[in-house]
């Protein structure tokens, strides 16, 4: 048996949270596509205010303010403040707007997304294995976005410790922030987490001492100053480490 073999058991010895990534880890989403009609009409939603061109160039600025929170506001604030004086309307006047959007034409975007079969499976296992399990992912929607792609994933009805959203978040992936205050939230150490996901932004929590795992695919480039996975592999390769690990 190998020394490196060795050593990964030991950490997952420590392991007591399983973070997932949603989209392109327990969700099959075509990121590209699914953001394109997610614009679209949002956009549309907006067109008696402000034309969809300079909308969308709106929440791409108020978008990126929260991609560089620097963890003295939630997300949401971040957006808001934002946004809100670049339409030159109060937020309580837009956010009305915003939730029926979110109620009514947000689950038109389930077509662009497909369920994973090993999703549930492994997020199950998790559960059955005694974890504490983190839905970790980018927080730049709000509950409700993120509560409709769970269940479009079938992994809604599990009684996570925290889902990361726009609401509860003060940072946003890649920034290490983000993962320090997922630890704040959570009362663990870094040591205690294995950090799931299908993307660099979620493998630079090894950073902070998190174990990761990528679910590789195609698309996965990881950047050259981002620590090499602990583990990598397929979702079902997941459930039989974490079932090595007890």
Same mark, same amino acid.
């Given at each position: ?8 058991q030991k950490i997952g010895k420590n ?17 590209? =596509?699914?953001? #394109? ?67 009514? =034409? ?24 005694? *974890? ?77 001492? *998190? ?28 459930? =039989?480490?974490?079932? #090595?690990?007890?």
């Amino acid at each position: 048996m190998s020394e490196n073999f060795n050593l990964k058991q030991k950490i997952g010895k420590n392991i007591k949270v399983i973070l997932f990534d949603l989209d392109g880890t327990l969700l099959d989403n075509d990121i590209d =596509k699914f953001l #394109s009609h997610y614009f679209k009409i949002l956009t549309a939603s907006l067109t008696h205010i402000q034309p969809p061109d300079k909308i969308f160039k709106h929440i791409m600025v108020a978008g990126n303010a929260i991609v560089d929170n620097d963890g003295s506001a939630f997300n949401e604030e971040v957006f808001w403040s934002a946004f809100s004086p670049l339409l030159g309307y109060p937020r309580e006047e837009l956010e009305p707007i915003f939730w029926e959007f979110y109620e009514n =034409k947000f689950p038109i975007l389930r077509q662009y997304t497909s369920q994973k079969p090993s999703a549930r499976q492994v997020v199950q296992q998790a559960f059955d294995l005694g *974890y504490e399990v983190v839905i970790a992912t980018t927080p730049v929607f709000p509950s409700t976005a993120i509560e409709q792609r769970l269940k479009w994933a079938d992994v809604a009805d599990f009684p996570y410790i925290l889902v990361t959203s726009y609401e509860n978040s003060r940072g946003c992936k890649p920034n290490l922030i983000y993962y320090k205050q997922i630890l704040e939230s959570i009362g663990y150490d870094a040591e205690a987490c294995l950090m799931v996901g299908d993307e660099d932004r979620d493998m630079v929590a090894a950073h902070l001492g *998190y174990s990761t795992f990528l679910v590789t695919s195609p698309k996965t480039k990881l950047g050259p100053t981002t620590p090499e996975p602990t583990y990598s592999g397929t979702l079902e390769d997941l459930g =039989k480490l974490l079932q #090595s690990w007890k």
